[in-house]
């Protein structure tokens, strides 16, 4: 069976930081038993940034966001990025894209509407947090 090798989008992966007991905390749990979760230096930098924002210390100190991406930095397969992408309606998006292909993804995670109208792309799942939960409990030869 295909390992999967998974990429999480940044909003998800705030998300599931924040609210513990989140779709998206049980999604990214999930994608840790049950793949390898992909990431870039792009991407990581910018959960850097957004989880430095002052606005997160009402949810959560700064000591568990530092934590928080200290294990993920641990818990995941930096991939250098081989191939440029730009077909997201937001440029932003072409870098979890650009991950994806560039680290032989299964799977994007993602809540955000304009990657999710791409699915499939290029054989890649694009798929929501309760999408991929379901996939795992599901048939494994279903394919949304």
């Known amino acids: 069976m295909k390992t999967n090798r998974i990429v999480i989008d940044t909003n998800v992966i705030v998300s599931a930081l ?5 779709t998206t ?18 991407i ?8 430095s924002r002052p606005k997160f210390d009402r949810y959560l100190s700064r000591e568990i ?19 440029t992408i730009d077909i997201c309606r937001d440029p932003k998006d072409n870098k979890f894209l650009e991950l994806a292909i ?11 509407k304009d990657l999710l109208e791409l699915h499939p792309f290029r054989d890649i799942l694009i798929v929501t947090p ?3 939960l379901d996939s795992l409990s599901s048939d494994p030869h279903q394919r949304f």
Request: glycine share 4%; charged share 25%; aromatic share 4%.
């Open 25 to 42: 905390m049980q999604a990214l749990r999930e994608a840790k038993q049950n793949g390898v979760i992909l990431i870039s230096v792009e």
């Open 44 to 51: 990581l930098s910018e959960l850097i940034d957004v989880l």
């Open 65 to 83: 966001r530092e934590d928080f991406l200290a294990s993920l930095a641990r818990e995941t397969e930096l991939i250098t990025i081989n191939e």
């Open 102 to 112: 560039s680290g032989n993804a299964t799977h994007i995670i993602t809540g955000d």
């Open 130 to 132: 309760s999408q991929f």
């Open 18 to 22: 924040i609210f513990s007991k989140s």
